[in-house]
């Protein structure tokens, strides 16, 4: 089995964490690849007696997202600050790099492996790190252990169909319904298939927008500017509960026939978030997100991408004070458009061309 190397070394690194908990911190708005990731590394971690909590900072937003952790039953933790890791001394990463931007994890807990599928500027530093961005998906990855007896599946019962499903959906969503999907995206979906609970991996799967997407959408193409192959547009002030909105537009405005890259915007609490999707080969989402937006005095990126999608959170910082919604859109606003010209130079004349045009 390829990667099985891999294989027997996470076995070697989590092993060795059984005095104290560890903690499954998920980046970002959990997605069924990052929870179905969590659940396989979990399972993983209860073959080698380490006890493990799956946690998460921000809510989940997409509704199906939503609906596949309560269908499954799913249990995870949602943390607001440092005192909430407190009790854990170990921690994992899966579908992500690095840890989520707005809560500082204890210096005292051991990073301890990292997995994920997201093209990366730089490499993360612990004891385990499996990146692998010639695969769709970070449940793929996992299935490849799973298969080679990590983590297996071991009677069909009801732990064994919920994380098989939550994988496969998660590869599924992840590969756009397999449209991008490689060789091991496909053998990994097929080793997970057969555990899958087919009738609630159907009702996952119903895909429903809501009317707050909806009227995001209407905004991005009230505000859309295009330059060349390029598309950018704003949503305004998206609701937490509700932030996918703005990746569903982004999915939307590439369906039209002359844009092969766009940029959607938007405010979502105390931070600006985008989503990037191409179909062009020559753009790279990751590199666009570094060269756009940088990195925090950390040296953690804002933005990162892999091979058709990307994503940044800018902080609002003293931004976030202004009383007046209209004035804060509109520096949020310049803010991205002098960010995003630093890779589409062509924005900033547009830009230019806009406010001339309004004098």
């Not at 019962?157 to 098989?164: E, F, K, L, M």
Request: one cysteine or more.
């Amino acid at each position: 089995m390829a990667n099985t190397t891999k294989r027997e070394e996470l076995e070697r690194v989590l092993a060795k964490a059984t005095d104290k908990p560890l903690v499954i911190l998920l980046g970002g708005h959990p997605d069924p690849d990052a929870i179905g990731s969590a659940l396989a590394h979990q399972r993983i971690c209860e073959q080698l007696g380490v006890t493990a909590t799956i946690a998460h900072v921000l809510p989940l937003s997409r509704a199906e997202n939503r609906a596949l952790v309560k269908v499954l039953n799913i249990s995870m933790t949602r943390v607001g600050e440092m005192a909430d890791l407190q009790e854990f001394g170990y921690l994992s990463l899966v579908d992500a790099s690095a840890t989520e931007s707005t809560i500082e994890v204890p210096k005292d807990i051991q990073m301890l492996s990292v997995v994920d599928h997201h093209r990366l500027a730089t490499m993360p530093k612990a004891p385990f790190v499996d990146i692998r961005a010639d695969v769709g998906a970070t449940c793929t990855i996992y299935a490849e252990y799973m298969e080679s007896g990590l983590g297996a599946f071991n009677g069909g019962g009801r732990a064994d169909s919920a994380t098989a499903t939550a994988m496969f959906f998660g590869i599924q969503t992840d590969t756009d319904d397999f449209a991008l999907s490689t060789p091991a995206d496909f053998r990994a979906a097929a080793y997970l298939k057969p555990h899958c609970d087919a009738e609630a991996l159907s009702r996952v799967a119903r895909r429903r927008m809501t009317a707050e997407t909806m009227d995001a959408l209407t905004r991005a193409l009230h505000d859309l500017q295009v330059i060349r192959d390029f598309a950018i547009a704003g949503v305004g002030r998206v609701l937490p509960a509700n932030r996918d909105a703005i990746p569903a537009a982004a999915d939307y405005i590439m369906r039209r026939e002359d844009i092969d890259t766009v940029l959607v915007y938007g405010i979502v609490e105390g931070r600006i978030d985008g989503s990037l999707r191409t179909n062009s080969a020559s753009v790279d989402p990751a590199a666009f997100m570094i060269n756009a937006f940088g990195q925090d005095a950390q040296g953690r990126p804002y933005g990162g991408g892999r091979a058709d999608k990307g994503g940044f959170q800018l902080p609002l910082g003293i931004l976030a004070e202004t009383g007046d919604e209209d004035s804060l859109w509109a520096m949020v606003r310049e803010v991205v458009h002098q960010r995003v010209a630093r890779v589409i130079p062509e924005l900033a004349k547009k830009r230019i061309e806009v406010r001339d045009k309004s004098t």
